[in-house]
């Protein structure tokens, strides 16, 4: 490797580490936006979101995609579907971090690349290798134990795991980069979230001009908290193999988990601790079934065979 090539991987890395790592800390950003409500900040999310991207596109001159998606009525109605399906996943992941669920939330992010891999069973019709057919049914096995635990099903988690593992799907269809994937997908949001926010200010509900500089200028940097790790996610892809994002989308639950059980001081029972555990347990194997393929695939790449097609297993990594 070229010191040229290495600086570009340790920049890749360094960028997949700020990506991930911003994204498990952002439970500590949602509650500083109260007495604001979860609805609230999910609009202030999306109208923001696209100034900020907006205005990051306008400085690097990428607006050509655009009028391209705008001549491609199928490819603007997935992104229609994209926007949708993220501001459900958005507004779940906000209101359980604000009323005390955030172990919960984490559970769906872990469980996500396991949704990922039955969804290209199901929908793309892929075929399993043993150890993952054997990572889903263990997975499946934890979602019971919770659902016993907590007396009904995990509502939160599974919401967010399927809403995320659609979006991936979705935006793997469309085939636009993160950030202009982005910008079409809250340019959609934009009058609503804005028709919301006026209405709000209509009934002297809304908190944005009444609770100080501060909350405001702390509303207003949902759009940052939305757009930066992305911005750093991309920088990663780039630079890093997919293999090595894959150990690294596993930072944001972890770090989720540790602020739940840790900082907010959530309650982990044994049960719940048994469906962590299965969970875990299936995203190992998960892991080193990916791994062992990234290493049999460098290996025919170098004696000339080909790439291997890479399933959504292996993809599940840059669901974002």
């Not at 955030?102 to 992010?109: D, F, I, N, R, T």
């Not at 207003?220 to 990663?236: I, S």
């Not at 944001?252 to 962590?276: D, S, T």
Request: with cysteine; net charge positive; aromatic share 12%.
């Amino acid at each position: 490797m070229t010191g040229k090539s290495r600086g570009e991987r340790q920049i890749g890395l360094l960028n997949g580490f700020a990506a991930y790592g911003m994204w498990g800390l952002v439970p500590l950003f949602w509650p500083l936006l109260k007495p604001a409500g979860a609805i609230e900040i999910l609009a202030h999310r999306m109208a923001w979101s696209l100034v900020f991207v907006g205005a990051a596109l306008v400085v690097m001159r990428r607006w050509a995609w655009a009028g391209e998606l705008l001549r491609q009525p199928r490819r603007l109605g997935l992104v229609a579907v994209a926007a949708a399906v993220i501001t459900v996943n958005w507004g779940v992941y906000i209101w359980s971090v604000n009323s005390g669920h955030v172990v919960e939330a984490s559970l769906g992010y872990f469980i996500n690349p396991l949704v990922t891999i039955a969804m290209g069973v199901l929908i793309l019709k892929e075929r399993l290798r043993p150890v993952q057919w054997v990572a889903v049914g263990t997975g499946f096995a934890a979602v019971v134990v919770l659902t016993v635990g907590y007396g009904q099903p995990p509502w939160i988690s599974l919401t967010l795991a399927f809403s995320f593992a659609t979006y991936g799907l979705v935006k793997k269809k469309v085939g636009l980069g993160g950030i202009e994937s982005l910008a079409a997908e809250t340019a959609i949001q934009f009058l609503p979230a804005v028709g919301y926010l006026l209405w709000l200010t209509s009934r002297g509900s809304s908190t944005f001009a009444t609770q100080g500089v501060g909350h405001g200028a702390l509303l207003a940097a949902t759009g940052v908290v939305t757009a930066l790790p992305l911005v750093c996610f991309g920088a990663a892809a780039i630079r890093v193999p997919l293999s090595t994002l894959g150990l690294l989308q596993y930072l944001a639950p972890v770090f989720q988990f540790l602020l739940g059980v840790l900082y907010f001081h959530e309650a982990m029972p044994v049960e719940r601790w048994a469906g962590f555990a299965l969970v875990w347990v299936a995203l190992c194997l998960l892991t080193w079934d990916a791994w062992r393929g990234a290493r049999r695939g460098a290996r025919r790449l170098r004696g000339g065979v080909g790439v291997p097609k890479v399933d959504a297993a292996a993809s599940a990594a840059v669901d974002v």
